[in-house]
């Protein structure tokens, strides 16, 4: 997929609403295109019978904020149009208030900002050790070698499993990431694998005091009744994907953005204070999930366009984070500095993202710890990106670390 043609004149725009479902758009560059749908047809229908494309940011908040007219429960994943949805208790991406409200109150606390302050020193020592093992000058893939561990092992820390079994876990998500799409054989062998291994923790710290994430869950009530086994591996599979895969790509996103805009490297090199807001503008500018699908419970209207009950509504997440009439006309540029920043890299409303205060943490020590470190981050190679209509993702950047 190339750039000339989401930005050809001769497409028309309704037609642009067709790419942003194939996968192969995203593994590309699909800024021209996205700029061109804000401003041509902010809502317009996909290559999908009944599903809308919606790219402008206030349209995005509108729906998000909306649930009784836009809800979850009828599917967030294109693929969900496809296919009978079951009725998963415990699953928060599915689930409408008052029903997920109840669910998430249950973990709540372990995501609240004093309790995930608690995990900056291990945070920091962990993030210190994988950049200590970086050879200056020499050609690393920052996806394998920090990207993928670091915010496992933390993960790993909040939820009271071995941290150095981090490889384990990797598989395990990447699994999960691949059945938004379509479950094989070998991605339900993994899946029941990783069924067996958190059920049988639930199993030993059920009675224990535990407060790591696994002890609260197998100790938690809803309605004074524990959570059953598919509802607590709704929320393992949910909490192991969200805490790894949003940092994942923040990280790998924010190293490649950094390295190729030295001026910004330079920029918070010079002032570290910078960091907090540099963590806000790499979310804005890596979005790393694309986009969730919304369903219309009834007639309404989108960006001036009617939608009938039934419709489908596809959010695209990385289209309002460049939003000229929120962020600027500068938003196709990176401003580690910029503020305001209302990104919506998090969702927004009832879903937003349960992790947040971890992924900002996360980033800002990984971002601290690397100033300390290296001088300055080169390219090394062009950035493999993953071809996914929901994860943006990178799956191998090659960079240089100077010291």
């Known amino acids: 997929m190339t750039v000339s043609f989401g930005t050809d004149a001769s ?82 991406l599915y689930v409408d208030p008052p029903e997920h409200g109840r669910y998430r109150r249950l973990v709540n606390p372990l995501f609240s900002t004093a309790r995930v302050r608690r995990l900056e020193g291990t945070s920091r020592a962990r993030a210190r050790a994988l950049l200590a093992a970086i050879t200056p000058g020499e050609t690393v893939d920052v996806v394998s070698a920090l990207a993928v561990p670091y915010p496992l092992q933390v993960i790993a820390d909040l939820l009271g499993i071995p941290a150095d079994e981090w490889p384990r876990y990797a598989v395990w998500t990447d699994h999960m990431v691949a059945a938004a799409s379509g479950v094989t054989p070998d991605t339900a062998r993994v899946l029941a694998e990783m069924s067996d291994f958190f059920l049988a923790l639930v199993a030993a710290r059920r009675d224990g005091g535990g407060d790591d994430l696994v002890s609260t869950l197998a100790q938690a009530r809803l ?38 805009h030295p001026d910004e490297w330079s920029r918070l090199a010079a002032d570290p204070g910078v960091v907090p807001r540099a963590v806000e503008e790499l979310l804005r500018w890596t979005s790393p999930v694309i986009s969730f699908m919304r369903t219309a419970t009834r007639p309404a ?12 509504l596809l959010l695209l997440y990385p289209s309002a984070n ?32 349960l992790g947040a205060a971890l992924a900002r943490l996360e980033a800002r020590v ?29 799956r191998r950047a090659p960079l240089r670390f100077v010291a």
């Open 11 to 92: 497409v028309s725009p309704g037609s642009l609403g067709a790419l942003v479902t194939d996968p192969e758009f995203w593994a590309g560059d699909p800024y021209p295109t996205l700029a061109r749908l804000r401003r041509e047809a902010p809502v317009c229908r996909s290559a999908v019978p009944g599903l809308w494309v919606v790219s402008r940011y206030r349209d995005v908040v509108a729906v998000s904020r909306d649930p009784a007219t836009f809800c979850s429960s009828r599917g967030v994943l294109p693929m969900d149009m496809e296919r009978d949805l079951p009725e998963v208790p415990g699953a928060l």
């Open 223 to 260: 309605d004074g009744a524990p959570l059953g086994d598919g509802e607590l591996m709704m929320f393992f599979g949910q909490l192991l994907v969200a805490g790894n895969e949003t940092t994942r790509n923040l990280i790998s996103g924010g190293l490649v953005a950094l390295a190729e």
């Open 301 to 312: 209207l989108v960006g001036g366009v009617e939608v009938g009950a039934g419709d489908r």
């Open 322 to 353: 460049r939003d000229e009439a929120v962020f600027g006309p500068d938003a196709e540029r990176l401003d580690v500095g910029r503020h305001p920043n209302p990104h919506v890299a998090f969702g927004y409303g009832e879903h937003v993202c």
């Open 366 to 394: 990984f971002l601290e710890e690397l100033l300390g470190r290296f001088r300055l981050l080169e390219p090394a190679g062009k950035p493999e990106r993953r071809a996914s209509e929901v994860i943006a993702g990178i």
